[in-house]
């Protein structure tokens, strides 16, 4: 029996009815953003390897594992979700696929090895640094959002330096940060192939943006169809409705 610590829940991971997931308010929970970058991503059905940067509870692993065979590997800085991420994999009983790595991804590169992955997702802290006084008092918190650990040019770094020559690199992250993303991509060798703006309603602006890319690929850049989270009523749209809880 998998042991529960403080506020920790027990909760289903959505449309895989057979799969739970430990998490907790104050430490960490899922948002749609993974489940949505989950979704949106290539994956290597049968042969390979899968990196999942940020990986957090292991929320992406997880989702992952139920659409391809291969082996699944996290890498988390914070301690405590490294922690929950391996009772999570005791808990699905997935440890023969899937593993945790605790350490910074700056230095998984030089520890992991170079060029070894056909798969790289990250869904990387969206906001630069605050001023101490402006960041969330939870650490946890504060270090899931805000770019202490980790700049956007070194999540793009190290994605590109782990991901084979054809390999893909998925990640999710704000508009906003667009032409950022689109430059240090190029900057590291990885050719954007698929964009799709999730948008939280018709006539509103995107919220959130889904990109892969492939290393040393040829310039061919696919716009998606866009993605709405929610109908005129409020309600979950059909298709985010699907992505959530399934057919």
Do not use: W
């Not at 739970?20 to 991503?41: E, N, P, Y």
């Not at 999570?88 to 440890?95: A, D, G, R, S, V």
């Not at 990640?171 to 192939?193: C, N, S």
């Amino acid at each position: 029996m998998v042991q529960l610590k403080g506020d920790e829940r027990i909760d289903f991971l959505l449309a895989e009815e057979n799969m739970r997931i430990i998490q907790s308010d104050q430490v960490f929970a899922f948002s749609i953003d993974a489940v949505l970058l989950a979704r949106f991503t290539s994956v290597p059905r049968t042969r390979g390897r899968i990196l999942d940067l940020c990986t957090g509870n292991g929320v992406i692993p997880l989702f992952l594992s139920r659409r391809s065979k291969v082996d699944i590997t996290g890498v988390e800085i914070q301690e405590r979700l490294y922690d929950m991420a391996l009772r999570n994999i005791e808990l699905n009983n997935l440890h023969e696929r899937l593993h945790m790595v605790h350490g910074d991804l700056k230095d998984m590169p030089s520890q992991l090895g170079n060029g070894r992955f056909d798969l790289v997702t990250c869904n990387p802290p969206y906001f630069p640094t605050p001023a101490h006084d402006k960041r969330n008092l939870n650490e946890h918190l504060a270090i899931a959002r805000h770019e202490i650990h980790c700049s956007l040019e070194d999540v793009v770094r190290s994605c590109s330096r782990l991901t084979k020559s054809g390999g893909k690199v998925s990640m999710v992250h704000r508009p906003g940060r667009l032409a950022d993303i689109i430059t240090l991509f190029r900057k590291y060798q990885l050719e954007p192939k698929r964009l799709q703006f999730v948008h939280p309603k018709k006539g509103k602006e995107a919220n959130v943006l889904l990109i892969e890319a492939s290393r040393d690929g040829k310039p061919d850049l696919k716009i998606l169809p866009p993605l709405y989270t929610h109908n005129e009523n409020g309600e979950y749209s059909h298709e985010f409705r699907e992505i959530l809880y399934g057919k």
